[in-house]
């Protein structure tokens, strides 16, 4: 186990989510908002990386267990048929495609771990890099708070964050957020309700900073007791985007189904482990106010994802993934489909 972790780390640089859960815990992605599209700013939960396509396997979140302190990178590469500008809301399309390679690294320490009580603070960041369309390239520097308390078997908690990135090496945009929840689990069931609130800057834009709410709702089913890397899965949210500026100002609606399913292995992986998921969802947006001489905008935003990890060994694994983005709108301009697909390499130690 040693070698193989010692041989991937001289390779891996890039934050993947996942930690040591206790048998039957509620894992810390549990918290979190339904992932958005690829590439998109953050959920609401800034302290646990949202797993999509072009980050961490689907499933993987830090939860508080035994360690002190959780260290985990992923570097990965792979096509990307429409690259966008970010970050953004209602990113623009560059009509470009090309190479898209992505590395990051995430640290999360638990510094109170009682019967009840659990607090964590998290430092991550990633850099996704693209040689043929240069002004596209983003990093991504963040930290999170997350307590929570078990309260007669629900748990409550907040989630703190603050992110701040950089567009073609120049500083773009900082986004600051807020998010409280409860999850309780009865049976097989897992249900989480969740509120909270993202203030957006962008430099040289303020038309488009503003602060975005959001109330969600999520359910696990799992597919065996106290299994919840055994799952199948649905969420709904409601999000209020005010904009300085009414044309950038929006009221969405979203929903999303999936799954996660692993073979070999428990709670933790061991060598042949294999983890597979997918997820489809769909976002329906209404803008305030249309620009000057156009009807007010209205999108639809679908995506498709599905990722596969095999563990090579219980600190090291390597996988696949694949992700298909529709935005339609009846603005021909804000009008795209990106396809994303490639490889990565994550450890944790």
Request: aromatic share 8%; net charge neutral; glycine share 12%.
């Amino acid at each position: 186990m040693r070698s193989c972790l010692a041989l991937l780390c001289l390779a891996a640089g890039s934050s993947s989510i996942f930690a040591e859960d206790q048998p039957g815990a509620l894992p810390a992605d549990a918290a979190a908002a339904p992932a958005q599209a690829p590439a998109q700013l953050p959920a609401q939960d800034a302290s646990a990386h949202v797993a999509t396509p072009a980050n961490a396997p689907a499933g993987r979140a830090p939860a508080p267990g035994q360690k002190f302190l959780t260290v985990s990178g992923s570097i990965g590469a792979g096509y990307d048929s429409n690259i966008l500008l970010q970050p953004s809301e209602s990113p623009s399309s560059t009509g470009s495609s090309g190479l898209a390679l992505t590395a990051g690294a995430r640290a999360t320490a638990a510094v109170v771990r009682t019967q009840r009580f659990k607090m964590s603070v998290s430092l991550d960041g990633d850099v996704s890099d693209y040689p043929d369309v240069t002004q596209a390239n983003l990093i991504r520097v963040g930290g999170g708070l997350n307590d929570q308390l078990d309260v007669h078997g629900v748990i409550v908690g907040s989630a703190t964050g603050f992110n701040a990135f950089w567009l073609d090496s120049k500083y773009a945009a900082s986004a600051g957020s807020e998010n409280l929840y409860a999850a309780d689990t009865w049976g097989r069931n897992v249900s989480i309700i969740s509120a909270g609130a993202q203030v957006l800057r962008y430099k040289g834009n303020s038309d488009s900073s503003g602060i975005e709410g959001e109330v969600a709702y999520r359910h696990w089913y799992m597919l065996e007791d106290r299994n919840v890397r055994r799952r199948a899965e649905f969420s709904l949210r409601l999000v209020r985007f005010v904009a300085n500026a009414a044309i950038d100002s929006y009221t969405g609606l979203g929903g999303s189904l999936g799954g996660f399913y692993r073979l070999h292995g428990g709670t933790r992986p061991v060598a042949g482990t294999i983890d597979l998921s997918a997820r489809v969802g769909l976002e329906l947006r209404r803008y305030d106010r249309g620009s000057i001489g156009l009807e007010r905008e209205r999108q639809a935003i679908t995506t498709y994802a599905v990722t596969g990890d095999v563990w090579m060994c219980e600190n090291a694994s390597v996988g696949a993934f694949v992700g298909y983005t529709i935005r339609n709108a009846n603005i021909s301009r804000d009008t795209y489909d990106r396809l994303q697909a490639g490889g990565r390499l994550s450890v944790i130690w």
